[in-house]
């Protein structure tokens, strides 16, 4: 079974300052990670992904997140936020193999100051 | 960019009524899912469908739930007798295969059960 945790239901940031959403997950198989974005009235698109070939992974909008298997983490960060990023952040697990559901985690809801 | 639509966007009905959402997933996708989301939770897998058969489900999905893809293009839920627990964000989503593609998710039906 695989399990995902978001630590921070809710993070603030100044534009321009760091972002890091910190996400852990638990699975019995190597895991595919994913993180998704969720914006008002929207459905969730997805940022980025991990599937085993570069624990470094790129995604859009300038986030990225970094596979870490002896720490069980999977942490989204931007290096400088901007007002647009204001969402909620939705880190997810599938397990592989013939289990394809996503299991998510409650979401961390970003919020970006002036 | 090809996307997963969702109709309606919001459905109010009475306890009891059936109701039925429907999805249109992107039209080269193999597999189809159904997630919910309660208001102030985290987003729950109900169901998987590949090949024309559901291929995992969870608890939620009990014998008032059922999935179909009656033409080829659209993949609708049904809840036969709707309660009010049942009221949430209900998401479409589609991928080409199973495992590591990502899933992509509509923009969802708002479920409102008086």
């Known amino acids: 079974a695989q399990s995902v945790t978001q630590l921070g239901s809710h993070v603030s940031v100044s534009e321009g300052a760091l972002v890091l959403l910190r996400c852990n997950y638990s699975?019995?198989?190597?895991?595919?990670l994913f993180w998704y974005v969720q914006y008002p009235n929207q459905g969730l698109q997805l940022l980025l992904k991990?599937?085993?070939?570069?624990?470094l992974v790129k995604g859009i909008n300038g986030f990225e997140a970094e596979f870490k298997k002896s720490e069980t983490s999977f942490h989204l960060t931007k290096p400088s936020a901007h007002m647009s990023d204001a969402a909620e952040y939705f880190c997810?697990?599938?397990?592989?193999?013939?289990?394809?559901?996503?299991?998510f985690g409650k979401g961390t809801l970003l919020t970006v100051n002036p | 960019e090809p996307e997963v639509t969702q109709t309606p966007s919001h459905q109010v009905t009475q306890m009891g009524q059936e109701v039925i959402l429907r999805c249109v997933p992107i039209?080269?996708?193999?597999?189809f899912y159904w997630y919910r989301q309660i208001l102030g939770q985290k987003v729950e897998f109900l169901v998987s469908?590949?090949?024309?058969?559901?291929?995992?489900k969870s608890e939620i999905f009990d014998d008032q739930f059922s999935v179909e893809r009656p033409d080829g293009s659209n993949f609708t839920l049904k809840i036969r007798s709707t309660k009010l627990e049942d009221s949430a964000m209900y998401f479409c989503?589609?991928?080409?295969?199973?495992?590591?593609?990502?899933?992509?998710f509509g923009d969802g039906t708002r479920l409102s059960i008086l």
């Open positions: 989503a589609s991928s080409r295969q199973g495992g590591n593609q990502p899933q992509h």
């Open positions: 469908f590949y090949n024309n058969e559901i291929s995992e």
């Open positions: 699975s019995s198989v190597p895991p595919y």
């Open positions: 991990y599937t085993s070939a570069a624990t």
């Open positions: 997810a697990v599938s397990g592989g193999g013939s289990n394809y559901k996503l299991t």
């Open positions: 039209s080269n996708h193999l597999y």
